[in-house]
């Protein structure tokens, strides 16, 4: 509650501008090459017609199944791919299935893969250890909808910082909290929530993460639970949906 | 494919002052039986159809008698050298398999009934009921089924499995297959070579990106598991593999003591292998080349790539610049083997419904990338993260026709799997095995790529008869379209890793 308050502000200057759009349509792959990882992802809003570049998303869609975008308009991106980029943009793989489509090139250049900032360094790269004063801290990993799966290059990178900074001021307890955003929405016509049971595949899930990472059990407290309301999150980039499917790692010293 | 005594004469001798001519004047035999009690030498060479392996042992030759990786500890007078032979890059190719039946009319040990023949049940003194390990260099491995977990706990999988076809009668009955009174599954693969073994050991991320988890602790020494070993993952360390290894292919149930683990392990870690001299290239660390096993002892390991200090194969960037003082053929080979390896990291193709890849990892699919996106351990093409990965080798649609394989139909659950649905027709299920989950069918861990010439046939079930045939199967499998010199090129990288 008291990060709710905290973060409201912060949302609220982000998210004034420019337009947030959440949708469910079957994406489309651009066949584009400029190198690895350079192909293009675009998704069609039924309902308004537009279409989207979410080639930016942490985890990218699979060509036979329906996403789930949401995303801000970059509205002063260009996309080299054809569509208004998104960025920041999610897009959650959902379970119904899509016929598979992809487009030629067509002339677009498609996006050249740099390494994006959040990556997890190798091990034997030292962490800088967390300074002093330290005082208790949160951390939130962000999911896809449905889903309970530590997205690599966002949540791994996320959780590389919680554990570094465990490590650096050996807490009391960390407890664990998983959420759900089970309260229904109207999405492109259709009603959606997330199963509440992810709640808690989400906190084991990342209390057993956190054990492989050198956090004792005794120190460890799981709770799970559901109505999940939007919190600033960095892994969600200022997106209020996707902050709402989160585990919160709160560390107490 | 058999060459002229004097065009190796004559390569040889142009390839003067480079370590062609340091051969060992007299030949070691072959083959390296159980408890013999040779000595392990420094450096042990041996042909193969394209040229030499050459394998080191760091810090000098070693007796073998007494040693438990050599001698015959179980009944059934096997030893691990059986399987993992140095002459094949410590694995076993099919041909060397051919080589012991003819020799002892189908006796040598390697034949062993309980893993060396289809099935247990079959008269073992015919040559066909031993055609897995003849013909493709399988070898039977018997998973108890549901498996367990690293503590010992039972895990309850998320899928059923049934067997469709049992061609050896190892997966139905009272006894065998996953509908016996206790349930198991046999599938079959290939020994994996044991040289070389740091690569496979190193652990450069503390997470799994695959399946999105920091990676499991060994529970004897507390320390993050690399998930490079055994085609299905279930051995997460060389001492969890060797208990495994003593009580199936030895038929040694007793644990075997601490002090033969430490000198297995000891010695294995010890061993390099590589390709040192090619037939036509000659030697394959001249003309500025880092071929051969010496770099691979020397180097640190667990480097991706493409995050340096050097790319994959850069073993070979120095042939990319013709040398005019080389014969037209040897030169020729060069750079084939140097476009080869810029081939194996620069050639783009779409890779699809690849799970490990193409889920739930959030690359996308399909994904555009190159041979060096799973094969992305510097000096070594193994894969830095765990490398379980459905490449389709062992199941359909992407699978070659195996008719002398089993077949299982997988139904899942819960979820269905990511590219196959519901349900999966499978002759080796792999990580699924280990994990007991749906989602981890057809995942089979990435090996190492030293030493291949010696050791064909290549993935876990044997279904690629040479080098060819690997590459022909990628280019069928994500439509890569590769023109004949591609191919030739990468057959020849990949001959003299």
Same mark, same amino acid.
């Given at each position: 509650?008291?990060?709710?308050?905290? +973060?409201?502000?912060?949302?609220?200057?982000?998210?004034?501008?420019?337009?947030?759009?959440?949708?469910?349509?079957?994406?489309?792959?651009?066949?584009?090459?400029?190198?690895?990882?350079?192909?293009?992802?675009? +998704?069609?809003?039924?309902?308004?017609?537009?279409?989207?570049?979410?080639?930016?998303?942490?985890?990218?869609?699979?060509?036979?199944?329906?996403?789930?975008?949401?995303?801000?308009?970059?509205?002063?991106?260009?996309?080299?791919?054809?569509?208004?980029?998104?960025?920041?943009?999610?897009?959650?793989?959902?379970?119904?299935?899509?016929?598979?489509?992809?487009?030629?090139?067509?002339?677009?250049?498609?996006?050249?893969?740099?390494?994006?900032?959040?990556?997890?360094?190798?091990?034997?790269?030292?962490?800088?250890?967390?300074?002093?004063?330290?005082?208790?801290?949160?951390?939130?990993?962000?999911?896809?909808?449905?889903?309970?799966?530590?997205?690599?290059?966002?949540?791994?990178? =996320?959780?590389?910082?919680?554990?570094?900074?465990?490590?650096?001021?050996?807490?009391?307890?960390?407890?664990?909290?998983?959420?759900?955003?089970?309260? #229904?929405?109207?999405?492109?016509?259709?009603?959606?929530?997330?199963?509440?049971?992810?709640?808690?595949?989400?906190?084991?899930?990342?209390?057993?993460?956190?054990?492989?990472?050198?956090?004792?059990?005794?120190?460890?407290?799981?709770?799970?639970?559901?109505?999940?309301?939007?919190?600033?999150?960095?892994?969600?980039?200022?997106?209020?949906? #996707?902050?709402?499917?989160?585990?919160?790692?709160?560390?107490?010293? | 494919?058999?060459?002229?005594?004097?065009?190796?004469? +004559?390569?040889? *001798?142009?390839?003067?002052?480079?370590?062609?001519?340091?051969?060992?004047?007299?030949?070691?035999?072959?083959?390296?039986?159980?408890?013999?009690?040779?000595?392990?030498?420094?450096?042990?060479?041996?042909?193969?159809?394209?040229?030499?392996?050459?394998?080191?042992?760091? !810090?000098?030759?070693?007796?073998?008698?007494?040693?438990?990786?050599?001698?015959?500890?179980?009944?059934?007078?096997?030893?691990?050298?059986?399987?993992?032979?140095?002459?094949?890059?410590?694995?076993?190719?099919?041909?060397?398999?051919?080589?012991?039946?003819?020799?002892?009319?189908?006796?040598?040990?390697?034949?062993?009934?309980?893993?060396?023949?289809?099935?247990?049940?079959?008269?073992?003194?015919?040559?066909?009921?031993?055609?897995?390990? =003849?013909?493709?260099?399988?070898?039977?491995?018997?998973?108890?089924?549901?498996?367990?977990?690293?503590?010992?706990?039972?895990?309850?999988?998320?899928?059923?499995?049934?067997?469709?076809?049992?061609?050896?009668?190892?997966?139905?009955?009272?006894?065998?297959?996953?509908?016996?009174?206790?349930?198991?599954?046999?599938?079959?693969?290939? #020994?994996?070579?044991?040289?070389?073994?740091?690569?496979?050991?190193?652990?450069?991320?503390?997470?799994?990106?695959?399946?999105?988890?920091?990676?499991?602790?060994?529970?004897?020494?507390?320390?993050?598991?690399?998930?490079?070993?055994?085609?299905?993952?279930?051995?997460?360390?060389?001492?969890?593999?060797?208990?495994?290894?003593?009580?199936?292919?030895?038929?040694?149930?007793?644990?075997?003591?601490?002090?033969?683990?430490?000198?297995?392990?000891?010695?294995?870690?010890?061993?390099?292998?590589?390709?040192?001299?090619?037939?036509?290239?000659?030697? =394959?660390?001249?003309?500025?080349?880092?071929?051969?096993?010496?770099?691979?002892?020397?180097?640190?390991?667990?480097?991706?790539?493409?995050?340096?200090?050097?790319?994959?194969?850069?073993?070979?960037? *120095?042939?990319?610049?013709?040398?005019?003082?080389?014969?037209?053929?040897?030169?020729?080979?060069?750079?084939?083997? +140097?476009?080869?390896?810029?081939?194996?990291?620069?050639?783009?193709? =779409?890779?699809?419904?690849?799970?490990?890849?193409?889920? #739930?990892?959030?690359?996308?699919?399909?994904?555009?990338?190159?041979?060096?996106?799973?094969?992305?351990?510097?000096?070594?093409?193994?894969?830095?993260?765990?490398?379980?990965?459905?490449?389709?080798?062992?199941?359909?649609?992407?699978?070659?026709?195996?008719?002398?394989?089993?077949?299982?139909?997988?139904?899942?659950?819960?979820?269905?799997?990511?590219?196959?649905?519901?349900?999966?027709?499978?002759?080796?299920?792999?990580?699924?095995?280990?994990?007991?989950?749906?989602?981890?069918? !057809?995942?089979?861990?990435?090996?190492?790529?030293?030493?291949?010439?010696?050791?064909?046939?290549?993935?876990?079930?044997?279904?690629?008869?040479?080098?060819?045939?690997?590459?022909?199967?990628?280019?069928?499998?994500?439509?890569?379209?590769?023109?004949?010199?591609?191919?030739?090129?990468?057959?020849?990288?990949?001959?003299?890793?």
């Amino acid at each position: 509650m008291f990060a709710v308050l905290l +973060a409201a502000p912060a949302f609220a200057a982000a998210a004034d501008t420019a337009e947030t759009v959440r949708f469910i349509t079957c994406p489309i792959y651009r066949d584009t090459d400029a190198g690895k990882k350079s192909g293009c992802w675009l +998704a069609d809003d039924r309902a308004g017609g537009r279409r989207f570049d979410v080639s930016r998303a942490p985890s990218k869609p699979d060509w036979n199944f329906e996403i789930l975008v949401e995303g801000r308009i970059a509205a002063d991106v260009a996309s080299h791919c054809g569509g208004l980029v998104l960025e920041p943009v999610r897009s959650s793989v959902l379970p119904t299935p899509c016929p598979r489509h992809m487009l030629p090139a067509e002339g677009f250049a498609g996006n050249k893969f740099t390494l994006p900032p959040r990556n997890v360094r190798p091990l034997s790269e030292v962490r800088k250890a967390p300074e002093p004063p330290f005082a208790d801290r949160t951390f939130h990993l962000v999911f896809d909808f449905d889903k309970a799966f530590i997205v690599y290059q966002l949540d791994d990178y =996320l959780l590389d910082q919680a554990i570094t900074w465990i490590r650096g001021v050996n807490p009391t307890r960390v407890v664990v909290t998983g959420w759900a955003a089970t309260d #229904p929405a109207e999405v492109s016509g259709r009603t959606i929530a997330e199963d509440p049971a992810i709640a808690r595949t989400r906190a084991e899930l990342v209390g057993e993460a956190l054990r492989r990472l050198g956090v004792p059990d005794e120190k460890l407290e799981l709770r799970w639970k559901t109505s999940a309301q939007p919190v600033a999150a960095e892994g969600a980039d200022g997106l209020a949906e #996707p902050s709402r499917r989160r585990v919160d790692i709160e560390v107490k010293l | 494919m058999i060459r002229a005594a004097p065009l190796v004469l +004559a390569a040889a *001798a142009l390839a003067a002052l480079t370590s062609a001519l340091a051969a060992p004047a007299s030949r070691p035999e072959r083959w390296w039986a159980p408890g013999e009690g040779r000595v392990f030498p420094a450096e042990l060479d041996y042909e193969n159809e394209t040229g030499t392996l050459r394998t080191m042992l760091v !810090g000098g030759p070693m007796k073998t008698k007494g040693h438990p990786f050599f001698a015959p500890i179980g009944p059934n007078g096997r030893a691990c050298v059986t399987c993992h032979q140095p002459a094949d890059s410590m694995s076993l190719s099919a041909q060397t398999a051919q080589e012991r039946w003819t020799a002892t009319n189908g006796r040598d040990p390697l034949f062993a009934a309980g893993d060396g023949s289809n099935c247990p049940t079959l008269p073992q003194a015919t040559r066909a009921s031993h055609s897995l390990l =003849l013909d493709h260099g399988l070898i039977r491995i018997q998973r108890s089924w549901p498996p367990k977990d690293l503590t010992g706990k039972a895990i309850t999988p998320d899928f059923t499995i049934e067997t469709v076809r049992d061609p050896w009668g190892c997966n139905t009955g009272a006894k065998y297959g996953p509908a016996a009174a206790s349930p198991n599954v046999s599938v079959y693969r290939r #020994p994996r070579p044991i040289s070389n073994l740091k690569y496979l050991l190193a652990v450069g991320f503390a997470y799994d990106p695959k399946q999105g988890m920091p990676l499991p602790l060994d529970p004897e020494s507390g320390r993050p598991m690399s998930g490079n070993l055994m085609a299905d993952g279930r051995a997460g360390t060389l001492n969890a593999q060797m208990r495994d290894a003593a009580s199936t292919h030895l038929e040694f149930l007793k644990n075997m003591s601490a002090r033969d683990m430490a000198r297995i392990v000891y010695f294995e870690s010890r061993l390099f292998s590589a390709q040192i001299r090619d037939r036509r290239g000659g030697a =394959l660390d001249a003309g500025g080349a880092e071929g051969g096993p010496d770099k691979l002892a020397r180097s640190q390991p667990g480097n991706l790539g493409s995050q340096g200090p050097a790319p994959v194969w850069s073993e070979f960037a *120095a042939w990319e610049k013709p040398d005019p003082s080389l014969t037209p053929e040897q030169s020729a080979f060069r750079q084939s083997v +140097a476009r080869g390896a810029r081939s194996f990291r620069e050639k783009m193709f =779409l890779i699809s419904d690849s799970a490990g890849i193409n889920s #739930p990892i959030g690359f996308g699919n399909p994904v555009r990338n190159s041979c060096v996106f799973c094969h992305n351990m510097t000096q070594m093409g193994n894969d830095v993260a765990p490398g379980q990965v459905d490449l389709g080798t062992t199941t359909q649609p992407f699978a070659d026709p195996a008719p002398h394989l089993p077949l299982f139909r997988i139904t899942c659950r819960r979820d269905p799997h990511p590219h196959y649905g519901r349900v999966i027709y499978t002759s080796d299920p792999g990580y699924a095995l280990t994990t007991g989950r749906c989602a981890d069918v !057809g995942k089979i861990t990435l090996q190492s790529m030293r030493g291949l010439a010696a050791r064909a046939p290549y993935f876990s079930n044997g279904s690629a008869k040479d080098l060819r045939a690997v590459v022909d199967y990628y280019d069928r499998r994500y439509r890569i379209g590769y023109t004949e010199q591609e191919k030739q090129d990468l057959v020849n990288l990949m001959s003299a890793l």
